[in-house]
């Protein structure tokens, strides 16, 4: 899934400049979770400086503060390094964003001769979403613990008609970056997630950042994330930490932290992890005038773009951006507990980035 933060700015107008950085992040970070969240993490550059904090407790009963450095699922960014793996093998000569999915996967989509990567990576293939019927009301897997592989998932709507004519319009679905994962094996002969890491994650140093496959656990400290269930008592949370990742797969299932992320995104825009002109590519956003291939092109209030990706899972919620000249950057993951934290997510993301 991917989360509504584009919408943002479109309104916002540019923050002033924070007396003092350091007191208002900590202040604006405490604002959401009291707003909605039982804990939050966010890391924030600033040239060469950096802010670090973290608010709320790691699970809703009480217990530690969240570690600054602690683990989160961040979901749906994990497009932005599944994306940078298939513009490497484009800069390889190994793909063409024109290749369609019926030349490189057949028999894969019914429609697969009409859809090519550049699509896939820019959401524009037409393709439905695969995880309509998988989740409850509450967003929590109906089958928490199962394992999927990724031919399972698309074949949940490889023969469904198509949304639309494949590059007329965008749509954004997980079923395009599933078949993106399966695009990289087949190529490389090695599954997508073991591409993301030995071209990536180990070069990168981001040496708290991994695919977990099925595992279902998140390792290390960090905070546990709930999911709001209607009983007929009322409300209750339900901790939704621990589920097989596998339903989210090349679309959605890396774990990380608010520093690796950081990091992933000023490599990437420092152009140590893609050639010049696949770089510049993933940067041009398509019909939908705010992404482009596996990254999202946010217009800042106070001028300028950014860019980066947003995710959501069951339980954590994350931002992640970096300015177009490369001086700011942020990183903020939340575990939402109740109400609505779009006020002070706003605040934060706009005083790192422009005030």
């Known amino acids: 899934m991917t989360l509504s933060m584009l919408a943002i700015w479109a309104s916002a107008a540019a923050a002033d400049p924070p007396a003092n950085p350091r007191t208002h992040y900590a202040v604006t970070l405490d604002a959401v979770v009291a707003e909605s969240s039982t804990a939050a993490v966010a890391e924030v550059r600033n040239g060469d400086k950096v802010w670090q904090g973290s608010s709320g407790t790691a699970t809703v009963g009480g217990g530690p503060r969240p570690p600054v450095d602690g683990s989160f699922r961040a979901g749906s960014i994990?497009?932005?390094?599944?994306?940078?793996?298939?513009?490497?093998?484009?800069?390889?000569?190994?793909?063409?964003?024109?290749?369609?999915?019926?030349?490189?996967?057949?028999?894969?989509?019914?429609?697969?001769?009409?859809?090519?990567?550049?699509?896939?990576?820019?959401?524009?293939?037409?393709?439905?979403?695969?995880?309509?019927?998988?989740?409850?009301?509450?967003?929590?897997?109906?089958?928490?613990?199962?394992?999927?592989?990724?031919?399972?998932?698309?074949?949940?709507?490889?023969?469904?008609?198509?949304?639309?004519?494949?590059?007329?319009?965008?749509?954004?679905?997980?079923?395009?970056?599933?078949v993106l994962g399966m695009l990289?094996?087949?190529?490389?002969?090695?599954?997508?997630?073991?591409?993301?890491?030995?071209?990536?994650?180990r070069p990168l140093g981001l040496v708290h950042t991994w695919l977990p496959g099925a595992s279902s656990d998140v390792t290390g400290a960090y905070a546990h994330g709930y999911a709001a269930v209607r009983k007929s008592g009322g409300l209750t949370h339900v901790d939704v930490t621990r589920f097989n990742p596998t339903i989210a797969g090349a679309a959605g299932?890396?774990?990380?932290?608010?520093?690796?992320?950081?990091?992933?995104?000023?490599?990437?825009?420092g152009g140590k992890v893609l050639r010049p002109a696949q770089l510049e590519e993933m940067k041009v956003p398509g019909p939908s005038g705010n992404y482009g291939l596996g990254l999202e092109v946010t217009h800042l209030p106070c001028g300028g773009v950014a860019y980066g990706h947003t995710g959501e899972t069951p339980g954590y919620v994350t931002a992640s951006y970096i300015s177009a000249d490369g001086t700011r950057q942020v990183t903020l993951s939340t575990t939402p507990f109740s109400g609505d934290s779009d006020s002070a997510v706003r605040t934060l993301l706009r005083s790192a980035l422009c005030a």
């Open 78 to 178: 994990t497009k932005s390094f599944t994306a940078s793996v298939v513009l490497q093998l484009v800069g390889e000569g190994k793909l063409d964003l024109s290749d369609s999915i019926g030349h490189r996967l057949p028999g894969l989509l019914g429609d697969g001769d009409t859809i090519t990567i550049r699509q896939l990576l820019q959401h524009t293939s037409g393709l439905p979403e695969y995880t309509t019927d998988m989740v409850d009301d509450a967003g929590i897997p109906l089958e928490r613990y199962r394992t999927w592989s990724p031919r399972e998932l698309v074949e949940k709507v490889a023969r469904l008609p198509l949304e639309f004519r494949p590059g007329s319009r965008y749509k954004y679905s997980n079923t395009n970056y599933i």
């Open 253 to 269: 299932e890396i774990i990380s932290t608010a520093g690796d992320l950081n990091r992933f995104y000023r490599a990437l825009l």
């Open 184 to 201: 990289i094996e087949k190529v490389t002969g090695r599954s997508y997630a073991t591409e993301v890491e030995e071209r990536i994650v």
